[in-house]
């Protein structure tokens, strides 16, 4: 940690020498195109959180927190969560497997975290793909969070912030057009229709094929009303709803080298090139359905208190059958047709989540003689189902299968043919997991400022929560299982602020992760769950942040240590002992914003020394790497305005060597499979053909680099997409 704390101490000493402004607390207005004007906020720079709970500016924030604003979304045609987060370094992505679902599964300082997304500051659970066309901005908090986020949250969480009704009225809308049969249209309106109410619609459809592999295509549409009355007075209303609906080819990627006997590679992951699929086109499919409401009312007592409560209800539905090109055995040699054969493993699931959640919370601020407070508390109670069956599938005719495998559904492991004539039966078989659980929440806040130079900042929370239900071991039937734990969770921090726009700060914070969810990312009964603890994980940081030219640009850097203890060890079929570490040392730096009027940036650099403490199993041994924790990581999104009219931009991304795995227990996966080290590289043009509308040309991985973004490091690897053009046409009024 020596280089770490050198290049932190360089960190926070240079910008103290730096022309000292006053921040802005303006929120910027999203942009049609990526022209920056003179004068005004960078719309790559947010100075706040949306969320209550910050009750700091983010410059004053004891806490890695990035913001990555709806410019960035739209200037890098991003159209999935993985798309957004790639300019976030330092997370992974992790593939599914086991009893992790098809899904996003985001990877935060060696932790998962894919149950540890929010909507608006709610929990947003489920097996879900998300969509971005309804969203303003992402927020991305690193480090143990339990006291903002309750259970969970080891390596940190994710909040979207939705688009809304607001005064004003306007309409705009994107139509784009690439390779691969790319076509993607979104529409966005706001009206008006009295003094203090509007009504917003969001709208969006899309279709086409993952470039590189033209057998994996998607299709999916959805649709996000907005109603608010009250707007600009002190009691408003917002009603707001949200549906997507999917129909995708799911891909499992590519087989490991262990597939072929005796084959070996370098990084363990079979050589077989990235148009190859293994799936089934006429049996494979999966489709998914999100339906979320939510009404929030906010009342502003003064204009230093303000009360907000907020209820939604939300279900979703994760419905796949595909093929696993890892999951069936060792390949055989034919010696008829002189190639090896592999057998066709299937994963089914049938996944409906269902949610209810209310938060009440008071916020504002108040003064105790010469101390001045930024307060928010509040509870929350929310209640979530999950039922979980599989698919029973029976193959009658279809694809060819040699002599050495007889009548499998089988194919080719260099030459796997998608094409296959399939007939056969899918039905979906009984519930094997239905679990109710409930949580009950009480949380605090306070930033304190001492003095110009000095504050003090600190939050409790306080999560009890029950779950029971039945669940089918593998190969066993249906049993009974239930538990309930109370998690108090903490975070407390000191900062010093050399000058206005800057700030320098330590902080310790702790999280707390059910046993029900501490090996993935959605609950889960099992035999033994009610003798287990949660499991604890806490960070350290050291960090200073600083806002630069006229509060333009936002630089941040950090020094962390995450631990987490008590993880969970399955030393035997079935059988799981808490005996796991894991330890995460790094530093994180962070830029976004305007460099000059005409030259935007925005991402940062992530170095993170993972290991596993103590707790060996399998093929993983005390000291080796995390899973999905590559050791570097660099993202770096820019943009130039050449001429009033004319902007350049590009992206380059740097992920190092990443081991692979399911992440369940304390280490995960084999440490001898591993994604090798890549970079990738991004263009963009825009081009204001009049004020209301731009032309966009966005070329995603340039190089047509083929890379791997997701093993589980047992079965199979995902390759990235290849390079694709796409042209969108912009337009507002």
Partial sequence: ????????????????????????????????????????????????????????????????????????????????????????????????????????????????????????????????????????????????????????????????????????????????????????????????????????????????????????????????????????????????????????????????????????????????????????????????????????????????????????????????????????????????????????????????????????????????????????????????RNKNAGYDVTTTAGSFCPAVWGGVDCTPVYDPNPHDNWSGKIERGDITADSKSNTRSIYAFDTVELSKQWQVSGGVRYDYYTIDGTYTPRGGSKEDADGDWGMFNYQAALVYKPAPNGSIYVSYATASTPPTISGGDQEGLSADTNQLDPEKSSTIEVGTKWDLFDDRLSLTAAIFQNERKDAQIEVDSGVFEQAGKTRVKGLELGFSGNVTPKWAVFGGYTYMDSELVNGAYSSVNEGDQLANTPRNSFSLWTTYKVVPALTVGGGAYYVGKTFGGNQGGAGGGNNQVYMPAYWRFDAMAAYRLTGNVALQLNVLNLTDKEYFVRTNGVHHADYGPGRQFILSANVRY
């Fill in 1 to 384: 940690m020596n280089t770490l704390a050198t290049s932190l101490a360089a960190a926070m000493v240079a910008p103290a020498f730096c022309l000292a402004a006053t921040a802005s607390a303006q929120t910027p207005v999203p942009q049609l195109s990526p022209v920056q004007v003179e004068g005004e906020a960078s719309p790559y720079d947010v100075p706040v959180s949306s969320q209550a709970k910050f009750t700091a500016p983010l410059v004053d924030t004891p806490k890695t927190v990035q913001v990555i604003p709806q410019a960035v979304i739209q200037d890098t045609a991003a159209t999935s969560l993985q798309d957004i987060l790639r300019n976030s370094p330092g997370i992974s992505f992790g593939a599914g497997e086991g009893g992790q679902p098809l899904a996003d599964r985001p990877f935060i300082r060696g932790s998962s975290s894919g149950n540890n997304i929010f909507v608006d500051g709610l929990r947003d659970p489920g097996g879900q793909t998300r969509e971005v066309f309804n969203l303003e901005s992402v927020e991305v908090i690193k480090g143990a969070d339990s006291a903002y986020g309750g259970r969970g949250s080891g390596g940190g969480s994710i909040n979207l912030v939705t688009k809304r009704a607001r005064l004003g009225s306007f309409a705009e809308g994107s139509l784009g057009v690439g390779t691969d049969n790319y076509w993607r249209g979104t529409a966005d309106g706001n009206w008006q229709f009295n003094d203090d109410s509007a009504f917003r619609l969001n709208i969006m459809g899309t279709k086409g094929d993952t470039p590189g592999r033209e057998d994996v295509d998607f299709e999916r549409w959805g649709v996000a009303p907005s109603l608010a009355f009250g707007l600009g007075t002190p009691t408003r209303v917002t009603l707001s709803y949200y549906h997507l609906q999917t129909d995708d080819m799911p891909d499992y990627g590519v087989p490991l080298a262990s597939k072929i006997p005796g084959k070996t590679t370098s990084s363990g992951i079979l050589d077989v090139g990235r148009g190859a699929f293994y799936g089934v086109l006429d049996r494979d499919f999966r489709k998914t359905r999100a339906d979320i409401a939510t009404i929030e009312i906010e009342h502003d007592f003064s204009d230093r208190l303000t009360l907000r409560n907020a209820t939604r209800y939300g279900e979703t539905l994760n419905d796949y059958v595909l093929t696993n090109p890892g999951d069936g055995g060792a390949a055989k040699w034919d010696p008829v047709t002189s190639q090896y054969w592999m057998k066709r493993g299937l994963k089914t699931r049938w996944n409906k989540t269902t949610m209810l959640t209310n938060v009440t919370e008071l916020y504002g601020k108040f003064d105790t003689g010469s101390l001045k407070h930024s307060f928010d508390v509040g509870v929350e109670f929310t209640t979530e």
